[in-house]
């Protein structure tokens, strides 16, 4: 009877100390758990938003709407005509973030600063706005009598895509949808660290730029807690 009582109690023990443990590592788990939720760290912060930003696909931070005039002659038989068209289009600057890659970001911690190097923007386009087309020709024999209105109107189309391109492929549009791309991202990365109340500098470029541009000095600040400001009082 004694030795029954003794392995029942060693057993009850046995059992109850495996239920603290088990207590303990589930406690220590959710610890861990609730610390990176309650205080993640920068980098944490940083992998989600590149992994977000990846599914994005494709970020177009900036549209420009340009015209197109140009004009084409032909001349059949002695004759001669010319035909201007009027094409007004809209090109959209986009940027491949699937193609964004780990080493592209860098949490530099000692200076609180993070470093993004983006894929070149990308002009798609354009789109023709049908309804704002606007055409003028020579008249004459040639048009009514043979095929060269169709001819005209063909390398007009041609010749008007091209001049919108290189419209938006110029210099300055593509500066001004670089830096709008920059800001966009910035804040992509900035919001989440703001959020977590994180100190931060996000400096953005290009492939092919060799330096960062300078940060904006609307730095992210860390928000005081509540023990702080309570510490302050009088």
Do not use: C, H
């Given at each position: 009877?004694?030795?029954r009582?003794s392995?029942g109690?060693?057993?009850?023990?046995a059992?109850?100390l495996?239920?603290?443990?088990?207590?303990?590592?589930?406690g220590?788990?959710?610890g861990?758990?609730?610390?990176?939720?309650?205080?993640p760290k920068?980098?944490?912060?940083?992998s989600?938003?590149?992994?977000?930003?990846?599914?994005?696909?494709?970020?177009?931070?900036?549209t420009?709407?340009?015209?197109?005039v140009?004009?084409?002659?032909?001349?059949?038989?002695g004759?001669?005509?010319?035909?201007t068209?009027?094409?007004?289009?809209?090109?959209?600057?986009e940027?491949?973030?699937?193609?964004?890659?780990d080493?592209d970001?860098r949490?530099a911690?000692?200076?609180?600063?993070?470093?993004?190097?983006?894929p070149?923007v990308e002009?798609?386009?354009?789109?023709?706005?049908?309804?704002?087309?606007?055409?003028?020709d020579s008249g004459?024999?040639?048009?009514?009598?043979?095929?060269?209105a169709?001819?005209l109107?063909?390398?007009?189309r041609r010749?008007g895509?091209?001049?919108l391109?290189r419209?938006?492929?110029?210099?300055?549009?593509?500066?001004l949808?670089r830096?709008?791309t920059?800001?966009?991202?910035?804040?992509?990365?900035?919001?989440p660290?703001?959020a977590?109340?994180?100190?931060?500098?996000?400096?953005?470029?290009?492939?092919?730029?060799?330096d960062?541009?300078?940060?904006?000095r609307?730095?992210?600040?860390?928000?005081?807690?509540?023990?702080?400001?309570y510490?302050?009082?009088p």
């Amino acid at each position: 009877m004694r030795v029954r009582r003794s392995v029942g109690l060693w057993v009850g023990l046995a059992i109850g100390l495996a239920v603290v443990i088990t207590v303990a590592i589930v406690g220590w788990s959710m610890g861990r758990r609730y610390d990176a939720i309650v205080d993640p760290k920068p980098e944490t912060i940083v992998s989600a938003s590149l992994q977000g930003l990846r599914e994005q696909n494709r970020l177009s931070a900036f549209t420009a709407s340009y015209v197109a005039v140009v004009t084409s002659k032909q001349s059949r038989f002695g004759l001669s005509a010319q035909k201007t068209l009027i094409m007004p289009g809209l090109v959209r600057y986009e940027v491949d973030m699937a193609r964004l890659k780990d080493a592209d970001v860098r949490w530099a911690a000692e200076s609180k600063e993070l470093f993004v190097t983006l894929p070149d923007v990308e002009t798609v386009g354009p789109q023709i706005d049908m309804t704002r087309i606007k055409e003028y020709d020579s008249g004459g024999l040639l048009l009514r009598l043979t095929d060269a209105a169709q001819t005209l109107d063909a390398a007009n189309r041609r010749a008007g895509q091209a001049e919108l391109l290189r419209q938006a492929r110029a210099p300055i549009p593509m500066s001004l949808a670089r830096d709008a791309t920059r800001r966009a991202v910035a804040q992509n990365f900035g919001l989440p660290l703001r959020a977590a109340g994180m100190e931060a500098a996000i400096r953005v470029r290009f492939a092919g730029e060799k330096d960062f541009p300078q940060p904006s000095r609307e730095w992210i600040t860390r928000s005081r807690s509540v023990e702080d400001v309570y510490a302050d009082k009088p």
